[in-house]
């Protein structure tokens, strides 16, 4: 017997409370979401492409085996999401005004990611290919990096970063003068 699937294309979704409702299981083709609340929602299995969050809040949704292809959050709150439990094919997202506190993307494939205006304090990003990515004037208090592919990423804008550049791979990676101390909190030293 054949599961009958969701389809939805071109479609609109405003100020939908799914903590309320579920979502149907299926896929969502170039549709947006607006000011809707899928707060600790089961988004597992699903199909977002070229799909636009905007205003959502997304805390702590599971996003087992979903599907998250050409997928842009703008102004979305992301508290504690883990990535790396998304479907990796094709995956591809980008994040505007965002806050991702506490999420993960352990081992995600994510070249030429945009992060901009982001808050990504604690934020694991252990393993990841962040190649080419770009971190816009954003927050990375506390977020970790450890055998991080990060060559040609920028950082020349984002700040409260720390990695170390013997434990990532950042050649051809962007800093800015200001963010120079992020790459020798390890040797616990003062610059003035």
């Given amino acids: 017997m054949a599961?009958?699937?969701a389809y939805f294309e071109d479609k609109t979704f405003e100020n939908v409370d799914f903590t309320l409702e579920t979502l149907p299981q299926g896929?969502?083709?170039?549709?947006?979401?607006v000011n809707c609340n899928f707060s600790n929602s089961n988004l597992m299995n699903i199909v977002f492409a070229e799909t636009n969050f905007d205003g959502c809040n997304l805390s702590m949704a599971k996003l087992n085996n979903t599907a998250l292809?050409?997928?842009?959050?703008?102004?979305c709150k992301l508290l504690?999401?883990?990535?790396?439990h998304c479907n990796p094919f094709l995956f591809a997202v980008g994040f505007e005004n965002c806050s991702?506190?506490?999420?993960?993307?352990?081992?995600?494939?994510?070249k030429k990611t945009r992060f901009k205006n982001c808050s990504?304090?604690?934020?694991?990003?252990?393993e990841a290919d962040l190649s080419q990515a770009v971190f816009d004037n954003c927050?990375?208090?506390r977020a970790t990096f450890k055998q991080t592919i990060l060559l040609?990423?920028?950082?020349?804008t984002s700040y409260n970063y720390s990695l170390d550049p013997e434990a990532n791979r950042i050649k051809g990676a962007r800093f800015s003068i200001a963010g120079i101390s992020g790459l020798l909190d390890k040797y616990d030293i003062e610059i003035s």
Avoid: P, W
């Fill in 3 to 5: 599961i009958i699937r």
């Fill in 27 to 33: 896929e969502y083709e170039n549709c947006c979401f």
């Fill in 69 to 75: 292809r050409d997928v842009k959050f703008k102004d």
């Fill in 80 to 84: 504690g999401l883990y990535f790396e």
């Fill in 100 to 110: 991702l506190n506490l999420s993960s993307f352990y081992k995600m494939k994510m």
């Fill in 120 to 126: 990504l304090h604690e934020v694991d990003f252990t």
């Fill in 139 to 141: 927050d990375l208090q």
């Fill in 152 to 156: 040609k990423a920028d950082f020349r």
